[in-house]
């Protein structure tokens, strides 16, 4: 039995709003064409969108991590994946540079 299409049509799902479906996936899934608030589109599948896996084109994503990359670095130099940092640079002063032993 073919799974009836969910229909998302002008939902929104964080920055991006489902525009039409544009295909199905082998699960069974429809792919959305959705619309990022940045301007980009992306072709989505309705379950990322409907259990919140995709919520931007992959801009939000970038600027996450961006955010969190600058915190940790205000944050100091705890984190485990920054022990293999020789020096770093506190925000964006070079008279502050922290020198850490590994
Ligand atoms: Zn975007």
Not at 38 to 52: F, I, M, P, R, S
Not at 62 to 74: G, L
Request: glycine share 10%; proline share 1%; aromatic share 6%.
């Amino acid at each position: 039995m073919p799974r009836k299409a969910l229909d998302l049509t002008n939902q929104e799902f964080g920055r991006l709003v489902a525009i039409k479906t544009v295909g199905k996936a082998r699960s069974g899934n429809y792919i959305w064409h959705c619309k990022c608030e940045c301007g980009n589109t992306k072709d989505v599948l309705a379950g990322n969108l409907v259990c919140g896996a995709i919520r931007s084109c992959g801009c939000l994503t970038k600027e996450n991590y961006r955010i969190w990359s600058e915190k940790r670095r205000e944050e100091g130099l705890t984190g485990g994946s920054y022990k293999h940092w020789k020096a770093h640079r506190i925000h964006g002063n070079s008279d502050k540079v922290e020198v850490v032993e590994v």
